[in-house]
């Protein structure tokens, strides 16, 4: 079996009208062009949610 890993690229940022993802500095070069796409697909994983926000969520 294959490991798989992951790494953080950026974080997610909640505010009163949704949401925005800030992406680290390091990974700005990877999204050159995506201004051209009408929808992207983010893959995200909950890491640091309140026990209360678990409980919502099932």
């Not at 940022?13 to 201004?35: H, S």
């Not at 893959?43 to 640091?48: P, V």
Request: neutral net charge; hydrophobic residues 55%; glycine residues 6%.
């Amino acid at each position: 079996m294959k490991n798989i890993a992951l790494n953080t690229i950026g974080i997610i940022i909640n505010i009163d009208k949704g949401f925005y993802i800030k992406l680290f500095d390091d990974f700005l070069p990877g999204i050159t062009g995506l201004d051209d796409f009408i929808y992207i697909n983010v893959l995200w994983w909950l890491i640091r949610i309140s026990m209360t926000m678990k409980l919502i969520l099932n």
